[in-house]
Nanobody
Framework: QVQLVESGGGLVQAGGSLRLSCSAS????????MGWFREAPGKEREIVAT????????YYADSVKGRFTISRDNAKRMVTLQMNSLKPEDTAKYFC?????????????????WGQGTQVTVSS
């Protein structure tokens, strides 16, 4: 059974940092592109960052570029999202997901496995 489990969310003040982790079981993530999405109340789920299987290429949404960093450790089956300089508008539930194919994937329907999400709340 494939499972993606996110951790590291919480409450932080604006300007602070959080590090989200995604642990995979039941699959070898080296065969998948990995991404982080977020969903705020009343809004659609949106891409935050993605990384190809090798880690060579990454993509960031304009809203997080320069503040967030995605990385992966295929041997440990882990994907992380380092979030710095957090803003209240970053408040959302963050989801880890796995996509097939070797290229950068930004569309939700390109992702075949999803975690349950972890809540990030940034206070002003």
């Amino acid at each position: 059974q494939v499972q993606l489990v996110e951790s590291g969310g919480g409450l932080v003040q604006a300007g602070g940092s959080l590090r989200l982790s995604c642990s995979a079981s039941g699959l070898s993530i080296r065969n998948y592109g990995m991404g982080w999405f977020r969903e705020a109340p009343g809004k659609e789920r949106e891409i935050v960052a993605t990384i190809v299987w090798s880690g060579v290429s990454t993509y960031y949404a304009d809203s997080v570029k320069g503040r967030f960093t995605i990385s992966r450790d295929n041997a440990k089956r882990m994907v992380t999202l380092q979030m710095n300089s957090l803003k209240p508008e970053d408040t959302a539930k963050y989801f880890c997901a796995a996509s097939t194919g070797g290229a950068i994937r930004t569309a939700r329907d390109a992702y075949v496995y999803w975690g349950q999400g972890t809540q990030v709340t940034v206070s002003s």
